[in-house]
């Protein structure tokens, strides 16, 4: 298995600019989130989703979207990128979000709005 | 989710155990304790987790107090490759957390030769 998976790993945007970060598990996980870090902090949830079609808002929602078209993926949108989403994206997998569960991380984008 | 407290930093010398304090003392009965790190800005890393009995896995021993408003997180022969951040979480077993982790700033812990 290869876990998650993320791409790109870099990447630098202009403000206003838009792009997606793609997030990809084969290990047949319900539940997928995806999470922020800024320098020296930890991370903080963005999104996550319990399912297809099921996605719902974390701690940091504003200015980011996400769809879950199929159990495998699980992308990120930034519509209007600005200075603050300067930060380290982190998208993680787990088989539920019940009991003693663990979470898989991906290595992370590492994504710079100039 | 009950909130942790950790030290900022610790030091350890390769080859000894590393001894990873973490506080808890607003935890409640279904809330699980978990231990993540991450090394140099890769994604986290699952280590270990405990509901109430001390456990024990290949990479770590996770001892918790009879109460539960502590755990103390070993590496029994800590080596350079161990120089990271700790992470200690505590995560409720249900209802409505949806597996949420609430990362702290963690421990760093550096191992030296």
Known sequence: ?114 | DAKTTQPTSMDCAEGRAANLPCNHSTISGNEYVYWYRQIHSQGPQYIIHGLKNNETNEMASLIITEDRKSSTLILPHATLRDTAVYYCIVRSAGGTSYGKLTFGQGTILTVHP
């Open chain 1, 1 to 114: 298995n290869a876990g998650v998976t993320q791409t790109p790993k870099f990447r630098i945007l202009k403000i206003g600019q838009s792009m997606t970060l793609q997030c990809t598990q084969d290990m047949n996980h319900n539940y997928m989130y995806w999470y922020r870090q800024d320098p020296g902090m930890g991370l903080k949830l963005i999104y996550y989703s319990v399912g297809a079609g099921i996605t719902d808002k974390g701690e940091v929602p504003n200015g980011y979207n996400v769809s879950r078209s199929t159990t495998e993926d699980f992308p990120l949108r930034l519509e209007l990128a600005a200075p603050s989403q300067t930060s380290v994206y982190f998208c993680a997998s787990s088989y539920s979000g019940q009991g003693a569960d663990e979470q898989y991380f991906g290595p992370g984008t590492r994504l710079t709005v100039t």
